[in-house]
């Protein structure tokens, strides 16, 4: 439910936070992550952000009227040193700010409305140990990239080698960043090379297409 900003300023905090190994140090992450989101408080956003925000605003009602759920709100959230791009949590998604101008947005916004439509929240039952919790959340990572691909055809009229593609897209450039800048992983995530592995295998026919 958390996805992660690429950004090498921000390593430092990155190295800092990557550090805990216990399940109790993980869960400690998301607390404090979901605690900068809610205290970051509102943004002042330029005519060309506000105009993104509205667009993808748009999406995401499209999307919601199409699965019958209920409205989710999009909300910019100043940008904070964490590694988080967006998190849905409530009938919100909280977008960092410096996604607004991201490649990534829009796979973004449809990677936590596959979260949103899949029913996807943080508690995961049956989890006993650090490795069980970590295993169900990178599956709910790697099912939500794949609805992704589906709210994108559903909400937007892609075909699924379009759709396929902005996901695959965004997955190569954050795989990239993680390569290049050897960014630690965000928290409940495979690699994003793996990621996109597991997305392509999903969609084999689209998958060719890319290449
Ligand atoms: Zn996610």
Redesign the pocket.
């Known amino acids: 439910?958390?996805?992660a900003v690429y950004r090498p300023e921000s390593r430092r905090v990155l190295d800092a936070l990557s550090g805990g190994s216990d399940i109790g140090e993980t869960v400690r992450i998301f607390a404090l992550s979901l605690l900068a989101l809610s205290l970051a408080g509102c943004v002042s956003l330029t005519p060309q952000h506000e105009q993104r925000l509205d667009e993808i605003q748009r999406f995401a009602d499209r999307a919601t009227a199409v699965y019958g759920k209920p409205f989710v709100k999009i909300s910019v959230q100043r940008a904070t040193n964490l590694n988080i791009g967006a998190v849905y949590r409530q009938g919100n998604i909280f977008l960092n700010e410096r996604m607004l101008d991201s490649p990534n947005l829009k796979k973004t916004i449809a990677?936590?409305l596959g979260?949103y439509v899949l029913g996807h929240s943080g508690f995961i039952p049956n989890a006993v140990s650090q490795a069980d919790w970590q295993r169900a959340q990178e599956q709910?990572?790697l099912d939500?990239n794949a609805k992704a691909v589906e709210i994108l055809m559903r909400a937007d009229g892609l075909t699924e080698p379009e759709a396929v593609k902005v996901v695959a897209d965004a997955l190569r450039r954050s795989a990239d960043a993680q390569a290049k800048d050897n960014l630690p992983l965000t928290p409940?995530?495979l690699p994003a090379s793996a990621e996109l592995a597991d997305l392509l295998a999903r969609f084999p026919d689209s998958a060719v297409t890319l290449r």
């Open positions: 439910m958390i996805d990677h936590e979260h709910k990572e939500a409940g995530h």
